[in-house]
DNA sequence: AGCACGCCGACT
DNA sequence: GTCGGCGTGCTC
């Protein structure tokens, strides 16, 4: 009844507590009605928070006289537009996260506190104008003369001036507007003739512009043109006037991409990553309310941007691991951004060179619609793809003759050679050849790294560190060995091996400093032979044209994880690398050293034919009856006691079943465990999860939405730490 | 999640 | 005598 919360005055507000629920608050007698969706400062538990009015429904078994009133209004409109409003609501549903939560998290820290947002001026920033002031002193009308003509550095200001220039800014006369995150582009350069496919694709995306709900999958293989294809359906959004939101992969976002749509498009732009400042993001988030941002480029969070009159969302690279956030709030920025597409009903393109299993799951039923590139657009051959067999070989630290030949020829003939290997450090093991210790670490009972520079060991998971032994810590014996290869120790050989070549290492020891990855790998994009040895971080994005040979070190590790999308991401990785190679005129080489060559994973991958892959990897799925043939939640859990996580844990899944046997269609929800999670201890706290899994989503998130209630209601010991999984990506 | 209140150890 | 440890309880 709403005349009752009129008569009453009563808001509903979402607040950041994990509480899944809103709470009720008077308005006070003079204080207008906000809008749903406005930010208000309430008292709550001791405190001031900001929340949002989320509704004006009170709960009924609230005795209005005992709730407390608003301390302000923060606005007048909401700070959201509509669709970006309705996206969050459907998340907060989805991810069974309360809705103040994930209203907060969407919103930049920046902008929470309800004093004016501090901005980070630029250094030297130009100053400028504010209001017509008055010249107290002689240099001061000299300022304000100059200021009349333009913007002012203080670095460009006679000397004898500047403490004048200071003084007009104390008194509130000049300002250093913050830079705009904004950057216009002058004049773009023509787009090149489209091929037959890529034209074809554009074709289908600017068909889709007012036809409701049409999401594509574009497929083709590194070096097709995926982004000249998102460029025209861009140019073709903002011809219709409206505004085009691109999400990319946390480590394709950099300055190549950028002035690459900048020099290609006539818009202002906007690029959203991790690492603006709290300052930089309110600013962004102003523009882009404003309607002032036409093509936003940006990561996962870049999916909340409050951007008006969006016409296209693209995501690019979409199977990206990074589009998942895997901590506080669990959300995919990519299942997200085809909800706010479908909301809104414009296209979305989702682009990558092997499918995500769940988008090829969805072309199946007709939800995508695919549209392929074959070619590649330059003329090249793929690389050529070969396993060397292991099995029997002389390895020498952790390479083998054939790869290690394969290197000398490519530096002979002028290219570069990329070693992959996805561990960092020395070696991956300490162990004692006396008596088989392998040194753990005590907190997550996994064996630590050996990090021979830094004369330590460590461990990847909790980041303790230790100094080396010199004797076993079981049997006393010195007799402790470095077991396995890691990148450290992969570059120690290489460097001896082949003296007169530049060799990189990049993994997160050497490139801890921002740029000096970038720099690097600019400086290798541009030069001549040399040998680069890295994790992961080198297989994605990055356009490194001169290198001819990647050597794949342990990819077997990938062959039988117990994960379940281990497959697929290896086979996903391995296809990333074999497009890394070989980009120029000469073909490339990827040499994959494995004890398995009969594998038929790494078979299929020799043929280089996603589609045969992701065929075999769906039938797979299917028959263990796993994502995407199923819907799958989590429930993570951990504490520093383990019996008392079992107890929780099994009460928990207890509790689930009861309420399976009250639901509609019993027992349409598996629940799985307790069970260790895949990490079973880290930093001296036990994991442990429940998995649930049904064949659709309704009744798998009608049970998790009574589940989560009961458990966010109910007294839980205070160690235990609890999170769920909507769509893991892993389990 | 915070942040209170609340009841037991080593300090001025 | 009290500063403070973190156990448990509540938040409109």
Known sequence: MPYTAAMHRIVQVALPTPLPKLFDYLLPQQTPMPALGVRVS???????LIGFVAGFTPSPDLDPAKLKPIHAVLETTPLMPPD??????FAARYYHRSLGDVLTSAV????????????RVEKDAPYVLKTSGVARTYEQAQI??????????????????RKALLQLAKRGVVERPPAQALAQSANPSVAPALNAEQAAAVAAIVCAFGAPNKAMLLQGVTGSGKTEVYLAAAHAALARGQSVLVLVPEIGLTPQTLQRFQSRLHARFAVMHSALSDGERANFWQAARAGQIDVLLGTRSAVFAPMQNLGLIVVDEEHDSSYKQFDGFRYSARDLALKRASDLGIPIVLGSATPSLESLHM???????RLWLHQRARAQNMPAIQLIDIKMQQMDQGLSKAALNAIRETLLAGSQALIMRNRRGFAPRLSCQHCGHVVQCPGCERPMTVHRAARALRCHYCDRQERVPSACPQCRSDALHAMGEGTERISELISQHFAEWPVHRIDRDTTSRKGSFDHLLAQVAAGGPCILIGTQMLAKGHDLPNIALVVVVGADDGLFAVDFRASERLAQLLMQVAGRAGRAETPGRVLIQTQQ?????LQKILRQDYEEISVALMQERRITELPPFTR???????????????????SAAQRAKILLQHAHSKNAVLVYGPMPASMAKRAHRHHAQLVLCAPTRAPLHALLAELTVQLELEKKPADIHYALDVDPYDD
């Open 42 to 48: 309430v008292p709550f538990s001791g405190r001031r």
């Open 84 to 89: 970006l409003w309705q996206l969050l609501q």
């Open 108 to 119: 930049p820290r920046g902008m929470r506190a309800s004093k004016a947002v501090q901005v």
């Open 144 to 161: 304000l003369a100059q200021l009349a003509l333009g913007p002012l550095r203080a670095s460009a200001c006679a000397p004898e001036l």
């Open 363 to 369: 072309v199946q039923l007709g939800r995508l619609q």
């Open 597 to 601: 060559p009969e594998h038929p994973l």
């Open 632 to 650: 799958m939640a989590i429930l993570r859990a951990d504490c520093k006691d383990f019996s008392m996580l079992q107890t929780w844990l099994k």
